[in-house]
């Protein structure tokens, strides 16, 4: 919505233009009229569309054509008023205003314009059988009326209607010649009516319709009210209603018929709630919400996004197979204005067998992108209707920013839902296959993927003692002398060497001591391509030796020769190590049955925690009660206790490592 409303006045001398200002203002006609008014600024709360509006005056006697030009450029919308009772100043209306008028201004952008017939009291006929072929003539004419500055007629109305022109144009929503809507308007609310679509089944039903109803225009409608406009739309088209419900067609049929009422608000009101601008192009403000991300922090989707991306994947899994087919995909996007996700996307996430995206796939393709490129991620939002359908104020409300990674190593804990891997290796050292190994993907398949697909990022899902978490792989280009910072911010690094080449593992010491060495992220050698025979590096030290001189865990042996899927417990050590980089963790098998990850289940459920609040609960009411305790007998009570407690716990602790 504009800020504000310019409103120009124009025409031959004598015909009435400071008088209708001057009554407008005054709201009685003027007993003495001076050649031009000065600009005049009405405030918002006195105007119907709560606009501040600037009425601006012009005078042949005080002005030049230099003066007038600007004032027109500045328009927003021009009044060209004429006496009815001069048949001079009509004709200077089409032979002089409007060619110079169009002659002062962008063609792109034509400034709309009012006919307005002053002096009515003047005569007893009307003026619009000469008027209303100009206006047909002229499509930048947006209404025409008559008014009288002597007896107040039609006043404040013609200052309406110069208003209403501005802020509802007719202009780019209707076509006058051919009697319907123009194709960028018709766009606009078949992407609308598509969003409104919850359910995608081409109808608009009674819930869909009070939804939308609540959306735009914050009240639904009354059940006879629904009815009626329904049986509107069944009178002047056969297919408008099916199943009771609105079809498409129907929904745009009940546009044009408020345009051609003049009702053209209620469309603009639709179309500004769904993003729209003057222009009918989504608006960047709507697109992309302010949003503020401090350095070293990251962005995930929150709770309520994943809901309504699961929703919007309900919605167009029109089979219930839990995959999205090309078909169903190009009807997901069909709300964009392009297709965002290519072919590459097909090998960046899991998808099933025909190579389709599947439902675990989706999601993780929607925060690789919320990871990566956080404004695109809300503009791909703003397309679906995010705002609208989750009712929330924008697409910013879908997104949490993470607190600094430093402020978590602090704490020694995170929050973090997303951890990324770079994963670094020389060429042909079994990286991309690493990285399709993650999707689910052997050697088998990985053959089938064409060069032109690849991609070079990863995501999936791993569970880390329970919690689901997702690890972003990122495979880094093999330029040893132009690592960037983005090649090195990351939450763990995956060094990958092949073990059948025996100058493979040499890249990977080189980048680990010039860029990892002295930093604090935790790093893990892959040993890949373990099914070849091994062979030695040549290198100043083995692989497990360089791990143990730079206190690494063991080289890991990884292949995605398999003829299943390929073991994707690595990938869980992976996850573990980017969730405690300040642990050293003494088991990396993360399998959920040996002691150590069973005892940091147990460490980690809501059970142990349960029980340790009662029993804190209990001490402490027993502390209280016991008025006769003193606190010296209390506390060293509380000591032995401890003492005791932490005796025995280290023993245990012991016993475990040492049947380990």
Not at 253 to 261: A, C, D, V
Request: glycine share 4%; with cysteine.
């Amino acid at each position: 919505m504009r800020k504000d409303v310019r409103i120009l006045l124009v025409g031959e001398p004598k015909v009435g233009k400071t008088s209708l200002i001057m009554s407008l203002v005054s709201e009685e006609f003027p007993d003495v009229v001076p050649y031009r008014v000065e600009e005049i600024t009405i405030p918002a709360d006195v105007t119907p569309e709560r606009v501040p509006t600037h009425i601006v005056d012009y005078s042949e006697a005080e002005q030049t054509d230099e003066q007038l030009f600007q004032e027109i450029s500045k328009a927003n919308v021009i009044c060209i008023v004429y006496a009815v009772n001069n048949k001079k100043s009509i004709e200077k209306v089409t032979n002089h205003w409007i060619p110079l008028i169009t002659e002062n201004t962008d063609k792109d952008s034509r400034v709309p314009l009012i006919l307005v017939g002053n002096k009515s009291d003047l005569v007893e006929h009307s003026s619009m059988e000469t008027i209303l072929p100009i206006m047909n003539q002229y499509s930048e004419v947006e209404t025409c009326v008559e008014c009288s500055a002597k007896n107040l007629k039609n006043i404040s109305e013609l200052f309406y209607y110069a208003q209403k022109a501005v802020l509802h144009p007719t202009g780019p929503l209707y076509c006058p010649e051919k009697k319907d809507m123009k194709p960028l308007c018709v766009k606009a609310l078949t992407r609308i009516f598509k969003v409104s679509d919850l359910d995608n089944d081409g109808i608009l039903n009674d819930n869909e319709l009070n939804f939308f109803q609540r959306a735009c225009f914050n009240s639904p409608l009354e059940p006879q009210a629904l009815e009626d406009v329904k049986n509107v739309v069944r009178k002047n088209l056969i297919d408008g209603v099916h199943y009771n419900g609105l079809t498409l067609k129907g929904f745009l049929f009940l546009h044009t018929l408020f345009i051609q009422r003049g009702r053209h608000e209620t469309t603009w009101t639709v179309l500004r709630r769904f993003g729209y601008d003057d222009d009918l192009e989504l608006n960047q403000d709507y697109l992309f919400p302010p949003l503020k991300l401090p350095p070293d922090c990251t962005t995930e989707l929150n709770h309520n996004a994943y809901l309504f991306l699961q929703s919007v994947f309900d919605k167009h899994d029109k089979d219930r197979d839990c995959a999205m087919s090309p078909d169903e995909l190009r009807d997901l996007f069909d709300v964009f204005p392009y297709m965002p996700w290519g072919p590459d996307v097909n090998n960046t996430v899991c998808s099933n067998e025909q190579g389709w995206i599947t439902y675990q796939g989706f999601l993780s393709q929607w925060t690789l992108t919320t990871y990566l490129d956080v404004q695109r991620c809300l503009e791909y939002l703003g397309y679906l209707g995010y705002s609208i359908i989750a009712e929330q104020e924008s697409q910013a409300a879908g997104i949490t920013v993470t607190r600094a990674k430093k402020i978590d190593l602090q704490k020694k804990q995170t929050q973090r839902n997303v951890f990324r891997c770079n994963v670094f290796g020389d060429m042909g050292s079994g990286k991309s296959g690493f990285l399709q190994a993650f999707l689910g993907r052997n050697l088998v398949r990985q053959k089938m993927i064409k060069e032109e697909h690849r991609s070079y990022y990863a995501i999936s899902t791993t569970y880390v003692y329970g919690q689901e978490k997702y690890l972003l792989l990122h495979e880094v280009f093999p330029d040893f002398d132009y690592l960037t910072d983005a090649d090195m911010a990351c939450d763990i690094v995956c060094l990958v060497y092949d073990v059948s080449n025996p100058y493979s593992f040499e890249y990977c010491a080189k980048v680990f001591k010039q860029y990892f060495m002295d930093s604090k992220t935790p790093c893990m050698m892959i040993a890949a391509k373990s099914d070849l025979p091994e062979v030695k590096q040549m290198y100043g030290c083995s692989p497990l030796e360089f791990c143990r001189k730079h206190k690494m865990p063991p080289p890991q042996s990884f292949t995605c020769n398999t003829a299943a899927e390929p073991n994707r417990e690595i990938y869980t050590k992976l996850t573990t190590m980017a969730m405690y980089p300040h642990a050293r963790l003494r088991c990396m098998c993360t399998c959920n049955r040996c002691t150590f990850c069973l005892c940091q289940n147990l460490l980690n459920s809501e059970l142990l925690q349960t029980v340790r609040a009662k029993l804190y609960a209990v001490v402490l009411r027993r502390h209280i009660i016991q008025e006769n305790l003193t606190s010296s007998t209390f506390w060293l009570r509380a000591s032995v206790g401890a003492t005791v407690f932490a005796v025995l716990g280290f023993a245990m602790y012991r016993v475990l490592l040492k049947t380990r």
